[in-house]
């Protein structure tokens, strides 16, 4: 049953004791608490894809949350039962994830009126790469407005960029020439957009993500955050302890880019003479 906007604003003064300063009645909101700390959103969406999923995301600064359902009724959705995925909360270079079989939440969509989404949420155990923890509590979105999306799946079915069908990208990996004979592009995200580009061949997997208004220069790769990048063999994957990432040319209207790369992994291996030439 869908619950009046009478009751869910008694729901969330219940929460935080007082509305006078937290919830402006008539905005949309996105708030929570992580580790203890509030989290009040600048830029907030609520999008549904045509496979049913729904992505909430919020980001003040340079932080950012975002998590999916499996549907859009009212109703609750749980880590647990997985209709609750792809937990993320990004602050500055860290990124933390939610964690199969480890990470417990729960979100509760409690009203959708004139196309305005409204609900609970919290999440504990989201880790980083490092094994690091963070929880969101106290987690409430407020008449954020729902837009209509399009999966990856249904963008790369449907317009196929040329240049990922020309894709190439070589290295050499501790010093042995790497060709790669299978590629692919995915975009990502709903707020603070990013692109994921891969490719392998029978010994390995070069990944490497990058914004989708990356612009042409010098970025420094790490192992998490807005330019990053993996090597993967034999099924042992390894972020980046340091490199380079240089975007020679990049059109965000025919959705082309190239450029070169090196980087390190955190378990020593040496990529370098990276080139790269790509579509999304």
């Known amino acids: 049953m869908i619950r009046t906007t009478t009751q869910l604003l008694a729901v969330f003064c219940f ?23 509030i989290f009040r959103s600048s830029i907030k969406s609520a999008v549904i894809y045509e496979d049913g999923t729904l992505v909430i995301s919020g980001t003040a600064g340079e932080k ?12 609750s959705y749980k880590t647990s039962q997985q209709t609750v995925q792809k937990v993320s909360f990004k602050k500055d270079q860290e990124e933390f994830n939610s964690a199969e079989g480890e990470t417990e939440g729960t979100v509760t969509i409690t ?32 008449k954020i407005p729902l837009e209509n999306g399009v999966t990856e799946e249904e963008v790369i079915r449907n317009n196929t960029n040329p240049c990922l069908l020309n894709a190439s990208l070589t290295a050499l990996v501790n010093g042995s ?44 790769l790490t192992g998490s955050g807005d330019y990053s990048a993996t090597y993967t063999a034999l099924n042992d994957k390894s972020s980046a302890r340091s490199g380079t990432l240089t975007i020679t040319s990049h ?23 990276g080139l790269f030439e790509f579509g999304y």
């Open 15 to 37: 929460i935080f004791t007082s509305c006078s300063t937290d919830i402006e009645i008539n905005d949309p909101a996105l708030q929570t608490k992580i580790d203890g700390e």
């Open 64 to 75: 950012s949350i975002s998590f999916s359902t499996s549907a859009t009724q009212v109703g």
């Open 111 to 142: 009203e959708i009126h004139n196309n305005e989404i409204s609900g609970t949420f919290f999440f504990n155990n989201l880790k980083d790469e490092n094994g690091n923890t963070t929880n969101f509590s106290d987690g409430w979105f407020y």
């Open 177 to 220: 020439e790497m060709i790669t004979d299978d590629h692919s592009a995915e975009v990502f995200g709903v707020e603070n957009v990013s692109i994921i580009i891969k490719a392998t061949n029978q010994e390995g997997e070069i990944s490497i993500v990058f914004p989708s208004n990356a612009s042409t220069g010098n970025y420094s």
């Open 251 to 273: 059109d965000t209207v025919t959705k082309c880019i190239s450029g070169s790369f090196e980087f390190e992994t955190r378990s020593g291996v040496q990529i370098s003479e």
